[in-house]
């Protein structure tokens, strides 16, 4: 028995809520689903931006491949990815071209990081609940809501981290530097206990990749081998002068 398959629109699915709506349309503006713009993404990358990457990729702004959410929803593959990246490095190396091959070690070596958190959680899967160490299991963490309420809606007193958490809010997405700042900040500085931060991202980006938040969070507090020591703290103030020197190198 066959059935006729109507075709139907968001609008008549039924999916959006009228309170998402104006949250939706900021979504949309940074990102926009489907097959065909991932391939546009990523040929976009690796043919104009992949050869800077290297020079451009801890500046604040569109400087990372931004082919995150496509990975996530399964849009684009990892090793389709892993493949472009792949065969420009070699092209560049056998050109001379140290700039580029320089660049495409650098990406790639950011998408081996990816399938290290697989590696990790698939080895040790209590991950996604306690740290891989078991140095901070009596840590002191303040479990003040208040404070953790004021990072999340960007109200901590501090511009950039405030600056970050809006545009995550608004956007579904923030610069990788970004991520470090406002999860150290909220492990270091406000002592927030990092699955609370590691949940609140899984809920909020766009490209929240569960093995890979584990992997940043457990590494910002200083629960895996080769992570930040916890101890290890990034001055906001020097953070904020970082951010100063990167707002005049990108000014007209």
């Known amino acids: 028995m066959t059935g006729k398959v109507e075709k139907l629109s968001i609008e008549q ?20 689903p489907g097959w065909s713009k991932s391939d ?25 491949s931004l082919l995150s959410p496509y990975i996530h929803f399964g849009e684009l593959s990892v090793r389709k990815v892993f493949q472009l990246a792949r065969t420009k490095q070699i092209l560049w190396k056998n050109e001379g071209n140290i700039v580029g091959e320089e660049s495409a070690t650098f990406f790639l070596r ?23 160490l078991g140095n901070l299991k009596f840590f002191p963490w303040n479990t003040d809501p208040s404070n953790f309420k ?31 700042i406002v999860s150290s900040f909220a492990v270091k500085m406000l002592l927030i206990p990092w699955k609370w931060g590691m949940k609140y991202f899984w809920d909020t980006l766009l490209d929240a990749d569960l093995e890979s938040d584990i992997l940043g969070w457990q590494y910002i507090s200083g629960s895996l081998p080769d992570g930040h020591e916890l101890e290890r703290l990034d001055d906001p103030e020097v953070i904020r002068v970082f951010l100063y020197c990167t707002v005049l190198k990108f000014s007209p």
């Open 110 to 132: 950011a998408i081996g990081f990816r399938e290290y958190s697989r590696y990790l959680c698939f080895s040790f899967p209590f991950t996604v609940e306690r740290p891989l």
């Open 150 to 180: 004021a990072w999340r809606l960007g109200r901590t007193g501090y511009p950039l981290v405030d600056a970050g958490m809006r545009e995550l809010w608004a956007t579904g997405w923030i610069h990788n530097k970004m991520r470090i």
């Open 40 to 64: 546009k993404a990523l040929t976009e990358f690796v043919e104009n931006h992949l050869i800077h990457y290297s020079k451009n990729r801890l500046n604040l702004g569109d400087s990372t």
């Open 13 to 32: 699915l039924g999916l959006e809520d009228e309170l998402e709506t104006s949250s939706n349309a900021l979504l949309a503006r940074a990102w926009s």
